[in-house]
């Protein structure tokens, strides 16, 4: 008898352990992507879009953001803009954000007194008010609402970092199943015509092998705006809900307030509490010393300024800019113009300078232009790769079925790939919970085809 057919049935075990093995994980990405490739449609249209935010912007609401730069001309008074803008809309000032380029306008934020919030933009070289918009009321902010589904409320925020852990999965599992083991095509080609079912099957494979790497990135780097994870993690990371590093801390009064809730800030300074203004006889120094100092302290241009509306507030000066190096808050005391803290991308934690430099490279701003086209490349990889999906198990799916990969015919093969799950789920709790929901329903599906199989 030969080596070859002593071997024989060892081999037989292997190539069905083998088989077994593919079902499980084929079954799997099946779920992952029933699940995830709705939102990944959504997400990739949107985020393509709000990678161009400025400039997209820039051309829609041309008319109030965009002025025409005067060389050598001087600019008005930050307070003037301020008059200007009160001017027109009545309330009370909190925010000024300086020009960020000689072509743009400044922006003066006015609480209304009917309790509005308006955006209102002034030309920096004559003073003119150019309108107003609601605050935060810019298309792409729409955008970027409709990406997080803010619009839809906490549970909506709770679905989408499930979708982000589910799409993890997906991609472990699709290199898994895209893994040649011998075979040439759909490996890095297309083969057939559009009309054939392995062309969708190897555009998919393909083009997930080329895109799986910056979606796994771009979930992970999307989990600290996530409703759970982010907000325990920031928590967390920030100490106490503090905001600031033990080296950052000294001994002055802090207020209740953070600095989130007068405006866009820094994932690493969501919690951040806000100092105050030990009361004083003196007069406050106003918004123009404000800004000259904010200026001699070397802000990256285009910072915003929150003005004080208390006798306790501060001037706070923030800048978020496209290199996450840069970003900085300064809080000066609003009577002796001293800076109260004073911290950068520098001061944060490993944590948050990995988590912002994600952020940064998430948003399409780290590297400019060039981040800007890779991840829109990614995002119309992206599209494909839901398209093919759905194409591709269209033509598989029998008459009246789901077309459910079928299971292994060995329930043990799933073993090791609960095991993974398992630990993502740790990681990630309601990625965990929505998996245990996942293997109920598995399991429940399982016990109703097998009867009826029999």
């Given at each position: 008898?030969?080596?070859?057919?002593?071997?024989?049935?060892?081999?037989?075990?292997?190539?069905?352990?083998?088989?077994?093995?593919?079902?499980?994980?084929?079954?799997?990405?099946?779920y992952?992507?029933?699940?995830?490739?709705?939102?990944?449609?959504?997400?990739?249209?949107?985020?393509?879009?709000?990678?161009?935010?400025?400039?997209?912007?820039?051309?829609?609401?041309?008319?109030?953001?965009?002025?025409?730069?005067?060389?050598?001309?001087?600019?008005?008074?930050?307070s003037?803009?301020?008059?200007?803008?009160?001017?027109?809309?009545?309330?009370?000032?909190?925010?000024?954000?300086s020009?960020?380029?000689?072509?743009?306008?400044?922006?003066v934020?006015?609480?209304?007194?009917?309790?509005?919030?308006?955006?209102?933009?002034v030309?920096?070289?004559?003073?003119?008010?150019?309108?107003?918009?609601?605050?935060?009321g810019?298309?792409?902010?729409?955008?970027?609402?409709?990406?997080?589904?803010?619009f839809?409320?906490?549970?909506?925020?709770?679905?989408?970092?499930?979708?982000?852990?589910?799409?993890?999965?997906?991609?472990?599992t699709?290199?898994?199943?895209?893994?040649p083991?011998?075979?040439?095509?759909?490996?890095?080609?297309?083969?057939?015509?559009?009309?054939?079912?392995?062309?969708?099957?190897?555009?998919?494979?393909?083009?997930?092998?080329?895109?799986?790497?910056f979606?796994?990135?771009?979930?992970?780097?999307?989990?600290?705006?996530?409703?759970?994870?982010?907000g325990?993690?920031?928590?967390?990371?920030?100490?106490?809900?503090f905001?600031y590093?033990?080296?950052?801390?000294?001994?002055?009064?802090?207020?209740?307030a953070?600095?989130?809730?007068?405006?866009?800030?820094?994932?690493?300074m969501?919690?951040?509490?806000?100092?105050?203004?030990?009361?004083?006889?003196?007069?406050?120094?106003?918004?123009?010393?404000?800004?000259?100092?904010?200026?001699?302290?070397?802000?990256?241009?285009?910072?915003?300024?929150?003005?004080?509306?208390?006798?306790?507030?501060?001037?706070?000066?923030?800048?978020?800019?496209?290199?996450?190096?840069?970003?900085?808050?300064?809080?000066?005391?609003?009577?002796?113009?001293?800076?109260?803290?004073?911290?950068?991308?520098?001061?944060?934690?490993?944590?948050?300078?990995?988590?912002e430099?994600?952020?940064?490279?998430?948003?399409?701003?780290?590297?400019?232009?060039?981040?800007?086209?890779?991840?829109?490349?990614?995002?119309?990889?992206?599209?494909?790769?839901?398209?093919s999906?759905?194409v591709?198990?269209?033509?598989?799916?029998?008459?009246?079925?789901?077309?459910?990969p079928?299971?292994?015919?060995?329930?043990?093969?799933?073993?090791?790939?609960?095991?993974?799950?398992?630990?993502?789920?740790?990681?990630?709790?309601?990625?965990?919970?929505?998996?245990?929901?996942?293997?109920i329903?598995?399991?429940a599906?399982?016990?109703?085809?097998?009867?009826?199989a029999?």
């Open positions: 008898m030969s080596d070859f057919t002593l071997d024989r049935p060892g081999r037989t075990a292997r190539a069905a352990n083998a088989i077994d093995l593919y079902r499980a994980v084929w079954r799997w990405h099946f992952a992507g029933l699940f995830v490739l709705p939102f990944l449609l959504t997400l990739s249209i949107t985020g393509g879009l709000y990678l161009f935010r400025d400039e997209i912007d820039g051309i829609i609401h041309s008319d109030v953001k965009r002025v025409v730069a005067l060389e050598g001309a001087s600019l008005v008074r930050p003037e803009m301020v008059d200007a803008a009160l001017a027109v809309h009545h309330g009370t000032a909190v925010k000024f954000t020009p960020a380029d000689p072509t743009s306008s400044a922006e934020t006015v609480r209304t007194d009917t309790g509005e919030r308006l955006a209102v933009y030309d920096p070289f004559s003073g003119n008010v150019l309108g107003a918009l609601p605050d935060r810019t298309v792409m902010w729409t955008i970027r609402q409709f990406h997080s589904l803010k839809f409320g906490p549970i909506a925020r709770g679905v989408i970092e499930i979708a982000a852990g589910w799409s993890i999965l997906l991609v472990a699709g290199v898994f199943l895209w893994w083991r011998g075979q040439k095509g759909g490996v890095v080609s297309v083969r057939g015509t559009p009309s054939r079912r392995v062309f969708w099957r190897d555009a998919h494979a393909v083009t997930g092998i080329a895109v799986g790497g979606l796994v990135f771009l979930a992970v780097t999307g989990m600290p705006w996530s409703q759970v994870w982010g325990q993690v920031n928590q967390w990371a920030n100490g106490s809900n905001g590093p033990s080296g950052i801390r000294v001994d002055i009064p802090m207020s209740k953070k600095l989130s809730d007068a405006g866009t800030t820094s994932w690493s969501e919690q951040a509490q806000v100092p105050v203004s030990a009361p004083s006889a003196r007069s406050p120094i106003g918004l123009d010393e404000a800004i000259e100092t904010f200026d001699r302290l070397g802000l990256h241009r285009g910072y915003a300024v929150n003005i004080p509306t208390s006798e306790t507030g501060v001037y706070t000066g923030s800048v978020y800019p496209d290199d996450a190096a840069s970003q900085r808050v300064v809080h000066l005391d609003q009577y002796s113009g001293v800076p109260l803290l004073d911290m950068g991308y520098g001061n944060y934690g490993p944590l948050g300078k990995a988590l430099w994600g952020i940064s490279v998430h948003l399409g701003q780290q590297f400019g232009l060039a981040n800007q086209i890779v991840l829109l490349l990614v995002c119309i990889g992206n599209v494909v790769l839901a398209v999906a759905g591709m198990w269209w033509k598989r799916r029998p008459a009246r079925s789901m077309g459910v079928p299971m292994p015919k060995e329930p043990r093969a799933l073993w090791g790939l609960l095991a993974l799950l398992a630990v993502g789920g740790i990681l990630f709790p309601l990625v965990g919970a929505s998996l245990v929901v996942m293997l329903i598995d399991t599906i399982r016990k109703l085809v097998r009867p009826a029999a």
